[in-house]
């Protein structure tokens, strides 16, 4: 099965902030990468997927980028309601089956 | 779409629990669903998977030939038989869907199951 890495673990920044997330891959997986956004006690929610699209209703300032083993998940301008834990996710593609990274998790300053 | 899942609990080691996942807003039979698990302070793990006619499956290692994924379309609805749990079973439980995109687009709020004497 392909490793899936993603740092930092946990992170702390202002609001209005940039923040940056990597995941890295043991293997080329293409865009085959998701991120999820999890709030406490709550279900994950789609932000990204294969890579760099952004999922209808989310707001412009999550965004996504990368290809092959590297990837980068960015938020511009980070605002309260951000606080959660980020998690990457990569879809063996045509199978159904899946891996997530271990998630970094973000607190506001 | 609305994903409800239910059906957690406490069972005891080596026990059984049938977890389910009923659908609306969808054409259930249409989609791909899956379940994912996450352990009390844990990340999330991917459990197992089922195509939309229901003639593909996949387990995550952790629980093959232990645990059985499977969907009625007449219901809409999606089960998890979990036989021979083990204490690292305990989690919550979540069903999600892969609608529009190759991930989970919908989830269901979670059900929880611990695995205790």
């Known amino acids: 099965d392909i490793q899936m890495t993603q740092s930092p673990s946990s992170l702390s920044a202002f609001v209005g902030e940039t923040v940056t997330i990597t995941c890295q891959t043991s293997?080329?997986?293409?865009?085959?990468l998701n991120w999820y956004q999890q709030k406490p006690g709550k279900a994950p929610k789609l932000l990204i997927y294969?890579?760099?699209s952004l999922e209808i209703g989310v707001p412009s300032r999550f965004s996504g980028s990368g290809s092959g083993t590297d990837f980068t998940f960015t938020i511009s301008s980070l605002q309260p309601e951000d606080i959660a834990t980020y998690y990457c996710?990569?879809?063996?593609?045509?199978?159904?089956?899946?891996?997530f990274g271990p998630g970094t998790k973000l607190e506001i300053k | 779409v609305q994903l409800f899942d239910s059906g957690g609990g406490l069972v005891q080691p080596g026990g059984s629990l049938r977890l389910s996942c009923t659908a609306s807003?969808?054409?259930?039979?249409?989609?791909?669903m899956m379940w994912v698990r996450q352990a009390p302070g844990n990340g999330l793990e991917w459990v197992s998977a089922?195509?939309?006619?229901?003639?593909?499956?996949q387990y995550a290692d952790s629980v093959k030939g232990r645990f059985t994924i499977s969907r009625d379309n007449s219901q809409n609805t999606l089960y998890l038989q979990m036989n021979s749990l083990r204490a690292e079973d305990s989690a919550v439980y979540y069903c999600?869907?892969?609608?529009?995109?190759?991930?989970?687009?919908?989830w269901g709020h979670g059900t929880t199951v611990t695995v205790s004497s």
């Open positions: 999600a869907a892969r609608l529009r995109t190759y991930g989970m687009d919908a």
């Open positions: 807003g969808l054409t259930f039979r249409s989609y791909a």
């Open positions: 089922i195509t939309g006619s229901g003639t593909i499956t």
């Open positions: 293997q080329d997986i293409s865009n085959h």
């Open positions: 294969e890579a760099s």
């Open positions: 996710q990569h879809h063996y593609y045509p199978n159904l089956r899946f891996t």
